[in-house]
């Protein structure tokens, strides 16, 4: 059997996480994921 047969559904796993990532990146969704995890990085240090 060939790579691509035996792992049909990890891959296209792989493809549908990818197009994922790139429409949150594309919609800037990045930002927003930084800014929620330094605010409770502050939180849990105390300095927030």
Known sequence: MSFVKRNRAALALLAL????????AGLGQHETVLRKAV???ME?????
């Open 44 to 48: 849990c240090i105390g300095l927030g």
């Open 17 to 24: 996480a990818a197009a994922c990532f790139a429409l949150g």
């Open 39 to 41: 605010n409770l990085c």
